[in-house]
């Protein structure tokens, strides 16, 4: 069952889905220092993490359809988070990438066949970047 907040819902179901270049220009605002990484398909994440980042990945592959859904990964030191809108856990390159444990969360924000799992990260991306920790930012969608 969706559990994304009524009220998130219904701004954000007419909305086009986004693109990476969107993404990443909504995310270039913030200070680059205090975590924001990047935007990447899951065959083009960077040789190594930081030891602090927060990134958006789409599921899609370099040579796939142009992308399929949209995620985000957060590493703070040791500990690392994952957000799939579909309550999804990471794919096996993110886990390769971080080489460390990952906690992600099973709620369902998004139904099959909605296309605004791009303003869910984005939603979530915001909040960790102004302080709020992992589960603040995906406590502040329900």
């Given at each position: 069952m969706n559990k994304l907040n009524?009220?998130?819902?219904?701004?954000?179901?007419?909305?086009?889905?986004?693109?990476?270049?969107?993404?990443?220009?909504?995310?270039?605002?913030?200070?680059k220092n205090q975590y924001f990484r990047g935007v990447y398909l899951r065959d083009t994440l960077p040789e190594s993490p930081l030891k602090n980042e927060l990134g958006?990945?789409?599921?899609?592959?370099?040579?796939g359809f142009g992308g399929t859904h949209w995620t985000l990964y957060l590493k703070h030191g040791f500990k690392?988070?994952?957000?799939?809108?579909?309550g999804?856990?990471?794919?096996?390159?993110?886990?390769?990438?971080?080489?460390?444990d990952v906690i992600y969360s099973t709620f369902i924000f998004q139904d099959v066949g909605e296309k605004y799992?791009?303003?869910?990260?984005?939603l979530v991306a915001e909040k960790i970047l102004k302080g709020k920790t992992y589960a603040e930012a995906l406590l502040s969608l329900l």
């Open positions: 009524l009220k998130i819902k219904k701004t954000l179901i007419t909305k086009p889905a986004l693109s990476n270049l969107e993404i990443e220009q909504s995310l270039n605002s913030y200070d958006i990945l789409n599921l899609d592959q370099e040579h690392c988070f994952y957000f799939d809108s579909f999804y856990g990471p794919p096996e390159e993110l886990l390769n990438y971080l080489k460390n799992c791009g303003y869910l990260c984005l």
